[in-house]
């Protein structure tokens, strides 16, 4: 939305971030490196996208009627999202979460008015068994009837939530970028993103399964813009021009953005 406008709901001031461009910290010589504030989302995460395209989604199918509880395991990040679409759409929601994550993201999740579940952990600790018991306390809620599971991890509707900061970019970038992104568990649509949006994938991190600390490695995008050199007919990638390059990169609450450098050089503190 136009940051002059006024939104009539809050789901309404999900997306439409902005872009800033870093002139101080990068190098001279370096690719434009831009920032887009994911942090402007309503409750400070670009989750929200998803939250709410997963919920729109069920609804647009018939999954998703009035009067029906939504359920869905977190470490407290999407549940927070979630909690927030489903108080502003009237819908219960039951997340369910555990002790190993941080009492803020469990209490952010209750703030919203959700139902919450806590599944023990061993000692504090996340482990592969905590998402199994996780995952068995959805099901059973599923089985109580009148529920539906959002099932991030496998729900293309994530997908398009996701695809609106890669359409954004385009649209205040006027051209194409390449994207570091900080791989978490909820990175794993990033392989689905790239089938849609035609880009193609350079994985840097070997990938953390549940319970095994993250490292945050960033995945890298690169539009694949295939060109024609005068005269000889070769064929070489932009991406791999450094005089096009165009980076873009999403680090913790504020997405750190790296966007391309025009053919011309600027000088920076401009």
Known sequence: MSMTSTAESVLMAIGGTPVVCLRRIVPA??????????????????????ALAMI??????GALRPG????EFTGGSTGSSLALVCAVKGYRFAPVSSDAFAKEKLDTMRAFGADLHVVASEGGK??????????????RLLAEGNTFWTDQFHNTDAID??????????????????LDIPVGR????????????????????PGDGPGQRHRLRPVVFRRKRM????????????????ENRHRTAFHGRASTVSVPRSAKRRDPRR
């Open 126 to 139: 996340i482990t592969p068994k905590l998402f199994d018991w996780m995952r068995d306390e959805v099901k």
């Open 227 to 242: 060109m024609r050199q005068q005269g000889n007919g070769r064929k070489h990638r932009r991406g791999h021009n450094t």
């Open 186 to 205: 909820s990175a794993a649509r990033i392989l689905d993103v790239h089938l849609k949006m035609r880009v193609r994938i350079d994985p840097l991190d």
């Open 161 to 178: 939530g996701y695809m609106g900061i890669g359409r954004e970019l385009l649209e205040q970038t006027g051209r194409a970028a390449e």
């Open 68 to 71: 029906m509880r939504v359920v």
């Open 29 to 50: 010589a370096s690719a434009d490196v831009l920032v887009k504030l994911e942090s402007v989302n309503p409750t400070g995460s670009y989750k929200d996208r998803m």
């Open 56 to 61: 729109e989604g069920a609804e647009a199918r």
